[in-house]
């Protein structure tokens, strides 16, 4: 594909994923993913949290299924998967859990490699019968309602890069963090072992102090032992956020990511 500097977000979403759709959709490598039981899986993996337990749920495939479509996915180069970094529920083997915590299980992420593939099984493979016959109405209503979570993943990864570039590389641990009581965009490990906490927001409006309260809550409910604390937004900071002296506190705006591209 090639794109105009200049071109609007809109024409490019309906020449390329509209009216090009039946070129496009030919172009998916190999063919076969686009067809049961891999679409089901891709379909799931793009519009969920990622959980390979929730994939396979939405997906509607058992766990040996799937497990054999998942390796086949990574062994392809389309998903790779992101180990948890919970600790192990049981600090001995024969510790007795508490009842709500009997069915859970600590597992992994299924992420895509490509924003490509995640923009094409998450918005416009579901709406495959639709697009054939030229009707994009459920498409852009979908498009436009949930457009956004795509930014957002982008960004959040963006962010990841950013804290690495402000420690000069002295991260040894970057990346998600999800466990039984919350999920968190960034948990990083200094090289001196520090631990960072970060929190990313694609939003229209600034983040104010009480985000920084509700972040520092679920740490503490999850248990984890943070020295920095890691703000990201797109649209700034209130001015009680921006006139903070925490020496734990790290702020993070729009103009900082022009330095990922130096």
């Known amino acids: 594909m090639e794109f105009d500097f200049f071109d609007d977000l809109d024409s490019i979403i309906r020449f390329n994923f509209v009216e090009q759709y039946k070129v496009l959709n030919e172009l998916i490598s190999p063919s076969y993913l686009i067809e049961e039981p891999y679409r089901y899986l891709l379909v799931s993996i793009a519009r969920g949290d990622g959980r390979i337990s929730n994939v396979f749920r939405k997906a509607r495939v058992g766990e040996a299924l799937g497990l054999r479509l998942l390796n086949e996915?990574?062994?392809?180069?389309?998903?790779?998967?992101?180990?948890?970094?919970?600790?192990?529920?049981?600090?001995?083997?024969?510790?007795?859990?508490?009842?709500?915590?009997?069915?859970?299980?600590?597992?992994?992420?299924?992420?895509?490699?490509?924003?490509?593939?995640?923009?094409?099984?998450?918005?416009?493979?579901?709406?495959?019968?639709?697009?054939?016959?030229?009707?994009?109405?459920?498409?852009?209503?979908?498009?436009?309602?949930?457009?956004?979570?795509?930014?957002?993943f982008v960004f959040e990864q963006l962010s990841q890069e950013l804290l690495k570039l402000f420690f000069n590389n002295d991260l040894v641990a970057n990346g998600n963090y999800w466990d039984k009581h919350s999920e968190f965009d960034i948990w990083a490990t200094h090289k001196d072992g520090r631990k960072?906490?970060?929190?990313?927001?694609?939003?229209?409006?600034?983040?104010?102090k009480s985000e920084l309260r509700k972040l520092k809550q679920k740490a503490e409910t999850s248990g984890l032992k943070v020295d920095i604390f890691a703000l990201f937004s797109k649209n700034g900071f209130s001015n009680e956020l921006k006139s903070s002296t925490d020496n734990d506190l790290l702020l993070f705006e729009l103009e900082d990511f022009r330095k990922l591209l130096i």
């Open 73 to 152: 996915l990574v062994e392809l180069g389309i998903v790779e998967l992101e180990d948890s970094r919970e600790p192990a529920l049981k600090a001995y083997p024969n510790q007795k859990l508490e009842k709500a915590l009997r069915s859970y299980k600590i597992e992994p992420k299924v992420r895509f490699k490509k924003p490509f593939h995640r923009f094409w099984f998450g918005f416009v493979e579901p709406y495959h019968k639709d697009l054939n016959r030229g009707d994009s109405k459920r498409f852009y209503e979908n498009f436009n309602q949930h457009f956004l979570r795509l930014h957002s």
């Open 196 to 208: 960072i906490l970060g929190e990313c927001k694609y939003t229209n409006r600034r983040v104010c």
